[in-house]
């Protein structure tokens, strides 16, 4: 099993994306990319640690790659807007990569350009680390199957980017996803 860290907005709603994916085992909310140790969600919520709201990414390589990992996590958030998704904005909510090695660091590269290519506006997510990971509170787990799935915010902003995961990648997807 391999990991991989990716910021793209609000945990709540990469993590849900993430989780329904062949070859993933689990998907953490948590901090990285700041000042300061094991920093709270209000610290990190004020914009002062530095620290972006990020997940990681559990996965089998042999059932998927990190290269596919990446495409999904860039078709699935929009990595054009710097410091924001959508109505979260600041720097918590930067579109970033947090490289492991020096593998995922050269694919990180290729998936920008790839990304890129797709699109008008330029891609603004940075390739960050070596940072220290900091898992989230515990109620930040695994937010969409819980307290998620009743928060407008959360019902706004989660669905459409299931809707375009299952458009994009459908082969994919565990089974029980795809309804």
Known sequence: MEQAIFAGGCFWCT????????????????YIGGKG??????QVCSGQTGHAEAIRVTFDP??????????????????????????????QYRSAI???????????????????ADRTQPVV????????????EDYHQEYWEGEG???PYCLAVIPPKLLKL??????????SATT
């Open 37 to 42: 140790a094991n920093p709270t969600y209000k």
């Open 125 to 136: 997510t940075t390739i960050e680390g070596p940072a220290t990971w900091y898992p989230a």
């Open 149 to 151: 799935q009743r928060n």
């Open 62 to 91: 042999a059932q998927i790659s990190y290269g596919d990992l990446l495409d999904i996590h860039f078709a699935t958030h929009d990595p054009t807007q710097l410091n924001r998704q959508g109505n979260d904005v600041g720097t």
């Open 98 to 116: 947090f490289p492991l090695d020096d593998d995922q660091r050269a694919e990180a590269v290729a998936g920008i350009a790839r990304a890129s």
């Open 166 to 175: 299952r458009k994009s990648f459908a082969d994919r997807l565990k089974a």
């Open 15 to 30: 993590e849900a994306v993430f989780r329904d994916l062949i070859g993933v085992s689990a998907v953490e909310s948590g």
